[in-house]
């Protein structure tokens, strides 16, 4: 999706869900784009090793499943 380079609040809730997804979507990669990474002390960096670690041990939905899910119980 294409952002203009102003949108409104209301113009976004307007939207259908997929496309709100994609503007989020589209706004993140710009954000992680134009701003360095932030640094992270040593006892930060193993919490997330850790959560990581945790998150992957946990059963789950992909992405994919989660947001045919969604816009399924949209219709």
Do not use: H
Not at 31 to 36: E, S
Not at 53 to 65: R, T
């Amino acid at each position: 999706m294409n952002l203009l380079p102003k949108i409104t609040i209301g113009e976004l809730q307007g939207m259908e869900i997929e496309e709100q997804i994609d503007a989020l979507s589209a706004i993140w990669d710009q954000i992680a784009l134009k701003n360095p990474a932030i640094q992270l002390s040593k006892e930060e960096q193993q919490l997330l090793d850790k959560r990581f670690m945790d998150e992957q041990n946990m059963p789950g939905k992909s992405w994919a499943d989660l947001k045919k899910q969604i816009l399924k119980s949209k219709q």
